[in-house]
């Protein structure tokens, strides 16, 4: 049934920006709950291994310390060299025939391909049986081992971002050849500081295996930025070609749907003040991050539409499925329409129960004519979203490679040797039917890219 109409309320203006917890609804499918599960058909045994090498006793525990909350008493991590093993740990299985550690006989042990350092074997046999496969991919899981140790400086705050008003005009910055142009000898400085950095020193003692070279180092740095820059920026994408105007009086509003903890670990360490950046000139922006798996804690609670202060960007979150919060606060008179959706790897194509909970979701940006903006890993996924959002007769504005895709490698867990992707690979834009209102055909050409 599509989401019926309103018009629109606005409550008044709010002076102070303290914010009050909503007891908002979670429901519907978490595409992390279901990750998690999925670890048991490919590797069975490994999510088991997962909870017993960080001492606890269900997702359900796990998930509650991703989210933010304190961990038990007996979580028992006591150093950082005891930290990254159990970390290495959980990669331990044979990528050839999925046994783990404990499924070995005494006289065996899980060795590591030395090429990469990433990938792991029971046995010559094992390891020679899977070469054909492991040999197109060797070389970039090499790059995967050194990015997830070198996350950690920015989990610490150890590598932060460049701060400060883009010393390029905005409009020059079209992808990450101009972004790291624009920055140039500064952030070669900076790289350079991180380099020699105790923190650096710190964490490669911790680990136990050689260093590598400075060359790599900074490369994986640099992949890093990208990294955690790629959803601010691709929201900007969305903003400059969907939008356009950001100037316009009481600001701009953006809703990231489909959020989890990764959206909050960007904001708790300034991802989306890139935007401010991004549009100088902006009357704000507003960006509500809206999803289940959200880790709420360290983000303040969405409670009613505030005033925007021109060329600063306000961040807040709702705990629940997106048409929950349009009934609740849009269609309440709480909130206003948003200007731009986003959703980052929303993976309603992968499953009929992802499919299920996306589609009031999906028809309620349809109907209500919201731009949006999507992204997804692969071809695969783009072939397979477009295809889903057409059978919708959503239109569809533009689709492509997306210019400020996340350059780190990401490795499927459970099949290591499959092709690594990228988040944000690809991106769709749509707004709207497929169909005027009046049955007719709409008219236009599709572009492939923008």
């Given at each position: 049934?599509?989401?019926?109409?309103?018009?629109?309320?606005?409550?008044?203006?709010?002076?102070?920006?303290?914010?009050?917890?909503?007891?908002?609804?979670?429901?519907?499918?978490?595409?992390?709950?279901?990750?998690?599960?999925?670890?048991?058909?490919?590797?069975?045994?490994?999510?088991?291994?997962?909870?017993?090498?960080?001492?606890?006793?269900?997702?359900?525990?796990?998930?509650?310390?991703?989210?933010?909350?304190?961990?038990?008493?007996?979580?028992?991590?006591?150093?950082?060299?005891?930290?990254?093993?159990?970390?290495?740990d959980t990669f331990q299985f044979c990528a050839q025939c999925r046994v783990l550690?404990?499924?070995?006989?005494?006289?065996?042990?899980?060795?590591?391909?030395?090429?990469?350092?990433?990938?792991?074997?029971?046995?010559?046999?094992?390891?020679?049986?899977?070469?054909?496969?492991?040999?197109?991919?060797?070389?970039?899981?090499?790059?995967?081992?050194?990015?997830?140790?070198?996350?950690?400086?920015?989990?610490?705050?150890?590598?932060?971002?460049?701060?400060?008003?883009?010393?390029?005009?905005?409009?020059?910055?079209?992808?990450?050849?101009?972004?790291?142009?624009?920055?140039?000898?500064?952030?070669?400085?900076?790289?350079?500081?991180?380099?020699?950095?105790?923190?650096?020193?710190?964490?490669?003692?911790?680990?136990?295996?050689?260093?590598?070279?400075?060359?790599?180092?900074?490369?994986?740095?640099?992949?890093?930025?990208?990294?955690?820059?790629?959803?601010?920026?691709?929201?900007?994408?969305?903003?400059?070609?969907?939008?356009?105007?950001?100037?316009?009086?009481?600001?701009?509003?953006?809703?990231?749907?489909?959020?989890?903890?990764?959206?909050?670990?960007?904001?708790?360490?300034?991802?989306?003040?890139?935007?401010?950046?991004?549009?100088?000139?902006?009357?704000?922006?507003?960006?509500?991050?809206?999803?289940?798996?959200?880790?709420?804690?360290?983000?303040?609670?969405?409670?009613?539409?505030?005033?925007?202060?021109?060329?600063?960007?306000?961040?807040?979150?709702?705990?629940?499925?997106?048409?929950?919060?349009?009934?609740?606060?849009?269609?309440?008179?709480?909130?206003?329409?948003?200007?731009?959706?986003?959703?980052?790897?929303?993976?309603?194509?992968?499953?009929?129960?992802?499919?299920?909970?996306?589609?009031?979701?999906?028809?309620?940006?349809?109907?209500?004519?919201?731009?949006?903006?999507?992204?997804?890993?692969?071809?695969?996924?783009?072939?397979?979203?477009?295809?889903?959002?057409?059978?919708?007769?959503?239109?569809?504005?533009?689709?492509?490679?997306?210019?400020?895709?996340?350059?780190?490698?990401?490795?499927?867990?459970?099949?290591?040797?499959?092709?690594?992707?990228?988040?944000?690979?690809?991106?769709?834009?749509?707004?709207?039917?497929?169909?005027?209102?009046?049955?007719?055909?709409?008219?236009?050409?599709?572009?492939?890219?923008?």
């Amino acid at each position: 049934m599509a989401p019926r109409r309103r018009r629109k309320k606005h409550s008044a203006p709010v002076a102070s920006r303290t914010q009050v917890a909503l007891s908002s609804p979670v429901s519907g499918p978490s595409i992390d709950a279901l990750g998690f599960v999925s670890l048991e058909s490919n590797v069975p045994g490994l999510s088991q291994v997962i909870l017993q090498k960080l001492n606890m006793k269900s997702y359900e525990e796990y998930k509650a310390v991703v989210n933010g909350e304190s961990p038990g008493s007996g979580f028992g991590i006591h150093s950082l060299s005891d930290m990254f093993q159990r970390l290495e740990d959980t990669f331990q299985f044979c990528a050839q025939c999925r046994v783990l550690p404990n499924q070995l006989s005494d006289s065996k042990i899980l060795r590591r391909c030395k090429r990469c350092r990433n990938v792991y074997y029971c046995s010559p046999e094992c390891q020679r049986a899977d070469w054909p496969v492991h040999k197109r991919v060797c070389w970039e899981l090499r790059l995967v081992a050194i990015d997830r140790l070198v996350e950690w400086l920015v989990v610490t705050g150890d590598f932060s971002l460049p701060s400060g008003p883009w010393p390029w005009p905005p409009g020059a910055v079209r992808d990450w050849d101009t972004w790291f142009s624009m920055w140039g000898a500064q952030l070669d400085t900076m790289l350079e500081s991180v380099l020699a950095s105790h923190a650096m020193s710190t964490l490669w003692d911790s680990v136990g295996r050689p260093r590598p070279d400075p060359d790599s180092l900074r490369g994986s740095l640099r992949r890093l930025l990208t990294d955690t820059l790629s959803q601010p920026l691709t929201v900007g994408l969305g903003l400059r070609t969907l939008v356009g105007n950001t100037a316009k009086l009481g600001g701009i509003t953006v809703h990231v749907v489909g959020a989890s903890h990764v959206e909050t670990f960007l904001t708790s360490h300034g991802a989306y003040e890139e935007l401010q950046h991004m549009f100088p000139g902006s009357g704000g922006l507003h960006v509500v991050m809206v999803g289940v798996d959200l880790a709420v804690e360290s983000l303040p609670q969405f409670t009613s539409v505030l005033p925007a202060t021109p060329a600063t960007i306000q961040l807040s979150s709702y705990r629940g499925l997106y048409h929950d919060f349009w009934e609740e606060q849009i269609e309440m008179g709480q909130a206003v329409s948003p200007d731009l959706v986003a959703g980052f790897h929303p993976g309603f194509h992968a499953s009929q129960d992802l499919m299920a909970g996306w589609l009031p979701t999906l028809l309620l940006l349809r109907d209500y004519e919201i731009p949006t903006i999507f992204t997804v890993y692969s071809q695969q996924e783009l072939t397979a979203s477009l295809q889903i959002l057409m059978e919708l007769e959503i239109r569809i504005i533009a689709y492509g490679d997306n210019p400020f895709a996340s350059l780190k490698p990401e490795q499927a867990y459970t099949n290591p040797n499959k092709q690594p992707v990228y988040c944000s690979a690809y991106y769709i834009m749509f707004r709207g039917t497929s169909h005027q209102l009046d049955g007719e055909e709409a008219v236009g050409k599709m572009d492939s890219s923008i």
